[in-house]
């Protein structure tokens, strides 16, 4: 899935600063709420105190004042004498009763309007002052619109300044984009670590992968023209033969050259089945993982290189079809047949006298009564064509590989060894018994 | 013209013998370059075929010991690799030419021809004495311009008795020449095909030195 990493950030900058901004305000407002009320009330109570002072002055003179029209200012207060006689009053609208001898903070709802009132008792009369409460409402609203304002006004700019840091923090991709853009595909170069910290890790992996690629690449172009080469000998082989067969006149020579010449091309099929084999081998990453039907494969077995046992004269010794003991009971059946062929096939073609496959629960070995290997090329004869010095028998060089590889795919290893008494032993052990 | 084949890959080896017989050459060919290194003091060879792969003494050790140890024959090197820098190393270890494989037997015969040839000084390819001329590429025999019916080791043992003008050769010498190591020699067969030639080309063609051998006779 694609997405915008920008918009991404913004949106999850917008999501995590709202809601903290909506708590700020909340908390500001029941702040501000709590401030305004003691703060009016403040002035109530000492409003409410002052007007007490004048009361014995209005008292004295013991007339009741009219009541005065409203000025409508929100405000409103009046003022009794001790018998509960009203004295003076700034209604408001409101209609406010005497409580002699209460003292205190009451709360009042009249025509809709919510009123604070403060009364104040004693000897000289009471006093009542009462603000209405719409008047602290709207002080808190002021407050909350200024602060709205203020973030509305103030979020375009952060947003572009988000948008701006972004584009710059993003700047190295584009460089590294570049890099890879002009890069040849077999440039094995690492890219350039000069990128923030937070890319070293992604372009130590790309380095790592290039490597890799590279090398693997390296190894693909050995092997192909590794493989023409050995493809010449043959091609050089059939070539000169079947000149021969143009050339000489006896019937007899003719036929040999053209039998020559089917060995050739037999020859040359063999080498390219291995090459085949070994490419598709190391292509594969994952083989086949079933459950191995081991009597089924010795069988199998048995009948591809039964023939070229006895062309060679040599004695073969497989365990018994109900033999049990295998270090692999799951695997990639035609895989291990190709496997054990070729070890087979090798004891056989290089070794001779009695070859065996002996198996058991932690590994199979294919021992011959040859001459072994000198111990200087037990490690060079698994590396691809190589073919010791002194060889008479035909073969493509390729055969230790495919047995390392397919081994290695099945989590065994190989390894070479010269018997005391002659001969060379194959031994695949589970790799991690090792 | 003897040649010594040192090729360890049966089938180009055995092509090589094969072809090269039916070519005109008396061939020898061994499989392992130390039997190679001292093969070559076997027989009194023209030429050398001689593979770089080689088991047990690789072709350029073996084509180097020669060279140190005075051996002069000229060889024509066999390699599968074309890399440049194989050819230089093998050019610069004392060989006179190089083939990569796959190759032509035509084109070997032709340069083991042509080796030989600029060993023995000659610069035209074809042979002449006389009446009788001789085209060693096509492997035909002329008097006064006439094709003459030559069987393969007359043809051979006419290329070498031109080759050696104003020599005498030894019947054990031109048995060397004409004869590889699979081959029986019949006691009296260089005189058989001396006879032969003698018919065919003109009784004086070739001279008897009693007791030394044989050589050319003079130029008419």
Redesign the interface.
């Known amino acids: 899935m694609s997405y915008s990493l920008r918009g991404t950030l913004i949106r999850s900058l917008l999501k995590v600063v709202t809601p903290l901004w909506l708590l700020i305000c909340t908390l500001l407002a029941f702040h501000a709420w709590h401030e305004v009320n003691e703060l009016y009330e403040e002035q109530q109570t000492l409003f409410a105190h002052q007007l007490y002072g004048t009361l014995p002055t209005l008292v004295a003179r013991s007339e009741p004042q009219s009541v005065r029209p409203g000025d409508n200012d929100h405000q409103a207060m009046a003022v009794w004498n001790p018998r509960g006689q009203l004295l003076l009053v700034d209604s408001d609208g409101l209609e406010l009763d005497a409580r002699p001898g209460f003292t205190g903070f009451a709360s009042l709802r009249q025509h809709d309007e919510d009123w604070r009132v403060y009364y104040l008792s004693g000897e000289a009369g009471s006093v009542a002052v009462a603000q209405e409460m719409s008047e602290r409402w709207e002080m808190i609203g002021g407050l909350l619109l200024t602060q709205g304002l203020l973030w509305l006004l103030l979020l375009p700019f952060v947003l572009l300044a988000l948008w701006w840091a972004v584009g710059r923090g993003l700047a190295p991709l584009a460089r590294i984009r570049e890099q890879l853009q002009q890069r040849a595909p077999d440039d094995a170069t690492p890219l350039s670590r000069e990128v923030p910290r937070e890319l070293q890790t992604l372009i130590d992996a790309m380095n790592d992968l290039i490597g890799r690629v590279a090398q693997t690449l390296q190894r693909e172009r050995r092997f192909t023209a590794d493989a023409a ?2 493809l ?10 079947a ?2 067969a143009q ?2 006149q006896d019937p007899q ?1 003719r036929e ?2 053209l039998q ?1 010449l089917m ?2 091309v037999d ?1 040359s099929s063999h080498l390219l089945a291995q090459l085949l084999a070994l490419s598709r081998i190391e292509a594969a990453q994952q083989q086949q993982d079933e459950a191995l039907d081991w009597p089924l494969l010795l069988q199998e077995l048995h009948t591809e290189v039964s023939a070229l046992a006895t062309s060679h004269h040599v004695t073969l010794q497989l365990p018994p079809a109900g033999h049990t003991q295998w270090p692999l009971q799951h695997g990639d059946q035609t895989l291990l047949l190709l496997m054990l062929r070729n070890l087979l096939d090798n004891a056989i073609r290089y070794g001779g006298g009695t070859v065996t496959l002996q198996a058991d629960a932690t590994r199979i070995s294919v021992s011959d009564e040859g001459e072994g290997v000198p111990e200087a090329l037990l490690d060079k004869v698994c590396e691809r064509f190589y073919r ?5 028998q ?1 073969g493509s060089g390729l055969g230790l590989s495919i047995v390392e590889r397919i081994a290695t795919l099945h989590g065994l290893r190989l390894s070479l060894h010269n018997r005391e008494g002659g001969g060379l032993q194959a031994v695949l052990t589970r790799s991690h018994d090792a | 013209m003897r040649v010594l084949i040192i090729e360890d890959d049966e089938l180009i080896g055995d092509g090589l013998q094969a072809g090269l017989s039916a070519l005109g050459f008396a061939c020898d060919w061994l499989r392992d370059g130390r039997q190679g290194l001292a093969g070559i003091g076997a027989a009194p060879y023209d030429a050398v075929v001689l593979d770089l792969g080689l088991p047990g003494m690789d072709g350029l050790a073996v084509l180097a010991a020669w060279r140190r140890s005075g051996r002069s024959e000229p060889v024509l090197l066999l390699t599968a690799r074309d890399a440049v820098d194989d050819r230089i190393r093998g050019l610069d270890s004392g060989a006179d030419d190089y083939l990569v494989k796959p190759f032509a037997l035509g084109e070997v015969a032709a340069r083991l021809r042509a080796l030989v040839r600029r060993r023995s000084g000659h610069s035209t390819p074809l042979l002449q004495h006389g009446r009788v001329s001789f085209d060693p590429a096509a492997r035909q025999a002329t008097l006064d311009g006439k094709v003459v019916d030559l069987s393969a080791r007359e043809l051979a043992l006419l290329e070498l008795l031109l080759g050696n003008k104003g020599r005498v050769l030894r019947r054990e010498q031109i048995e060397e020449k004409l004869y590889d190591w699979a081959h029986e020699v019949e006691s009296n067969a260089i005189e058989v095909h001396v006879h032969h030639l003698r018919k065919k080309l003109g009784s004086d063609f070739i001279k008897t030195r009693r007791g030394i051998g044989y050589t050319l006779g003079d130029e008419a």
């Open positions: 080469h050995e010449r000998s043959p091609l050089a082989a059939m070539r000169v033969q000149e021969v050339l000489v020579q040999r050259a020559q060995n050739g020859r010791p010095p002194g060889q008479q035909t």
